[in-house]
């Protein structure tokens, strides 16, 4: 099974700062994998997938990176409502997930 | 409104059953595989399990090896429906249960998840 490390567990910012999120996979995964958003009490939603590719309707402050096997998502200018906890996925072996970057704001 | 609603949560005692119902509504969901993903309390989501888009065909419906042949999932889709039937239930399957969508750009599937439900708990205790 793949596992995805996610750092930091806790990230804590201002309004205005850039966040910088990773996850690291146990092995090589090309660039198929991607994030979620996911606020107290709600579902997960998906932000980016497949390393850089936004889903339809997520904002341009949300992008994702990656360089083998450790990938980056990056809010570039944070806002309020983007306090929520984080996931990575893959999809290069069955689904896995990470266990998680709590981004307080 | 494009939607899933899960059902059919709640307490059960171990070594019980339960069956999960989700409803689909706002698009073709034939046209979708579907998953139930869990999620226990402080927990990141974990795959439980995938059904094909027809409801005779096996090929594509697959479970999580912690399963363990304890789960079935299927569908209706003249009811836009999908169910997950457990059984020897244990005290680490509590968890809140999400139906979810295959993500499917340009009518590929590619093992994402685009559309979740609220969930439903189930919880497996005496």
């Known amino acids: 099974e793949i596992v995805l490390t996610q750092s930091p567990a806790t990230l804590s910012l201002s309004p205005g700062e850039r966040a910088t999120l990773s996850c690291r996979a146990s092995?090589?995964?090309?660039?198929?994998l991607g994030w979620y958003q996911q606020k107290p009490g709600q579902a997960p939603r998906l932000l980016i997938y497949?390393?850089?590719n936004r889903a339809t309707g997520i904002p341009p402050r949300f992008s994702g990176s990656w360089s083998g096997t450790d990938f980056t998502l990056t809010i570039s200018s944070l806002e309020p409502e983007d306090s929520a906890v984080y996931y990575c996925?893959?999809?290069?072996?069955?689904?896995?997930f990470g266990q998680g970057t709590k981004l307080e704001i | 409104e494009v939607q899933l609603v899960e059902s059919g949560g709640g307490l059960v005692q171990p070594g019980g059953s339960l069956r999960l119902s989700c409803a689909a509504s706002?698009?073709?969901?034939?046209?979708?595989?579907m998953h139930w993903v869990r999620q226990a309390p402080g927990k990141g989501p974990v795959w439980v399990s995938r059904?094909?888009?027809?409801?005779?065909?096996?090929?594509?419906?697959a479970y999580a090896g912690f399963v363990e042949g304890r789960f079935t999932t299927s569908r209706d889709n003249a009811k836009d429906t999908v169910y997950l039937q457990m059984s020897s239930l244990r005290a680490e399957d509590t968890a809140v249960y999400y139906c979810?969508?295959?993500?499917?750009?340009?009518?590929?599937?590619?093992?994402?998840?685009?559309?979740w439900g609220r969930g439903t708990l189930v919880t497996v205790s005496s």
């Open positions: 979810a969508r295959e993500f499917s750009p340009f009518s590929t599937p590619i093992r994402y998840f685009d559309l």
């Open positions: 996925q893959q999809r290069y072996a069955w689904y896995t």
């Open positions: 706002g698009f073709a969901f034939s046209s979708y595989l």
């Open positions: 497949d390393a850089s």
């Open positions: 059904v094909s888009r027809s409801e005779t065909d096996v090929s594509n419906t």
């Open positions: 092995q090589g995964v090309v660039s198929y």
